[in-house]
């Protein structure tokens, strides 16, 4: 048979990255219990439908979707949004507001594999549902502040915008909402030129162009100056005005909690289901984002709920991984490892494992020599393995309820009552 190897833009995660993966999960976890999130675990696989609903052309492209044996079109999730939006539509219609609910898994795209872009990726996703109030953005916006820098990142900044200062222009010109959807995903790629050539055949205005192509051109991170100069271009459109006043608040409300934010005002996400703020965190080492989210007010009800406003975030787990690499984040991944028990001879197997279970029962980590070697070969394989100790179970100290504790950085070892040799072990650390 030909060599297996894993897909393409899939991957293992041997036990040193699944590690630091399940430790950045662990301050996601931290961070949810910090704020009021509850976890839910939604299906990978999803009707079709609700996944490409407003997942916009480019995510929808990509997804692994195929029938089912039932005859049933159906697909690999490739975000979390519209199975929480599922199910606040069906399951939690009747709960009070706000819900706070986060989750944790992998999603599926089939996008072109590079640096940071897998087919399959992991994401911590946390979602705020049932308020339009900023301080619901403002919250999204603080606690992932809080994972970043858990996770131990620096130099993040928050890439800001509203979705509601382009649309709005669009709106007001005319622009349908297929075209306002296609114009936005070409700007999220920087194709700004097309975008516009685009709008224009779509009806807007040459003033229209003008003003978008100046918007796109406004960026920096001093924000209140920033929102003033766009301020002064979107004059004319009412509804991007109050767009822009809301993100004015939510930056506000953040304001004092050290965020570094820019606001560009040309950015758009992927996703079609964006009605409020959106942002991206981003990295200096890594010119891709490790994190986006945004309000999304239409979702529930598009899913056949009540009409219920919702913010969120993604936090892409695999790229924060890869940042937290690059920059050597001091992230504590590693327990002490196990300590070896060897039974010197074969007849001693039973009491061996008696003491190692014990120890466990203790809480003790303990890894059991089980390839059958010889007493020196067992301590070079528990060497190589780097256990900072390893119990001896022999003939002799066994008459006297002992065993051999030795030390493998010392090289020493002594001889201790079985006893005692749980707290022994845990007063060295393991
Ligand atoms: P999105 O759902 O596209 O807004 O993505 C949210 C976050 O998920 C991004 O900021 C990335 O960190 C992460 N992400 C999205 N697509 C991928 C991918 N193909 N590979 C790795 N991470 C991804």
Request: hydrophobic share 40%.
């Amino acid at each position: 048979m030909s060599e297996f190897r894993t897909l393409r833009g899939m991957r293992d995660f041997l036990p040193d990255e699944t590690g630091l993966l399940r430790s950045i999960e662990g301050k996601a976890r931290e961070v949810a219990r910090l704020y009021g999130y509850r976890e839910v675990i939604t299906p990978v696989l999803e009707s079709y439908e609700l996944l490409a609903a407003k997942a916009g052309e480019e995510v929808r492209t990509r997804m692994y979707a195929f029938k089912d044996l039932g005859g049933r079109m159906v697909a690999l999730r490739p975000e979390f949004t519209a199975s929480i939006a599922r199910l606040v539509a069906v399951t939690l219609r009747n709960e009070p507001k706000p819900i706070r609910l986060y989750c944790i898994g992998s999603l599926y795209r089939y996008d072109e594999p590079q640096k940071g872009r897998f087919r399959e990726f992991w994401q911590s996703n946390f979602e705020l549902i049932g308020s339009d109030k900023a301080e619901a953005d403002s919250e999204i916006l603080l606690l992932t502040n809080r994972f970043m820098k858990a996770v131990g990142l620096k130099g993040y900044v928050f890439k800001v915008s509203h979705i509601g200062i382009l649309r709005s222009i669009f709106g007001r010109e005319g622009v349908a909402e297929d075209a306002q959807n296609r114009a936005l995903q070409l700007m999220d790629k920087k194709m700004y030129d097309e975008a516009l050539s685009l709008l224009r055949d779509a009806g807007a205005s040459e003033k229209c162009l003008k003003t978008v192509k100046e918007i796109v051109e406004i960026k920096g991170s001093n924000v209140n100056s920033i929102l003033a100069e766009i301020e002064k271009l979107i004059q004319d459109y009412e509804e991007a005005v109050y767009a822009l006043k809301n993100l004015a608040r939510i930056l506000k409300l953040v304001e004092a909690h050290a965020l570094n934010v820019t606001v560009d005002a040309g950015f758009a996400r992927g996703l079609e289901y964006y009605t409020g703020i959106i942002f991206e965190v981003y990295v200096p080492e890594l010119n891709i984002a490790l994190a986006g989210g945004g309000r999304y007010d239409r979702l529930v009800e598009l899913f056949g709920g009540e009409p219920t406003p919702a913010v969120g975030v993604a936090h892409g787990l695999d790229r924060i991984m890869l940042a937290v690499q690059e920059q050597n984040a001091p992230l504590e991944t590693r327990k002490a490892n196990a300590a070896a028990l060897i039974a010197t001879n074969e007849t001693l197997a039973p009491e061996g494992i008696r003491i190692a279970e014990m120890l466990r029962s203790e809480g003790v980590p303990v890894e059991m020599e089980v390839m059958g070697r010889r007493v020196t070969k067992a301590l070079e394989d528990a060497d190589r393995r780097g256990a900072p100790y390893v119990v001896l179970v022999g003939e002799k100290e066994l008459t006297e309820n002992s065993v051999v504790l030795r030390d493998m950085h010392k090289k020493q070892q002594q001889v201790v009552k079985i006893e005692d040799l749980a707290k022994i072990l845990k007063d060295l650390g393991i």
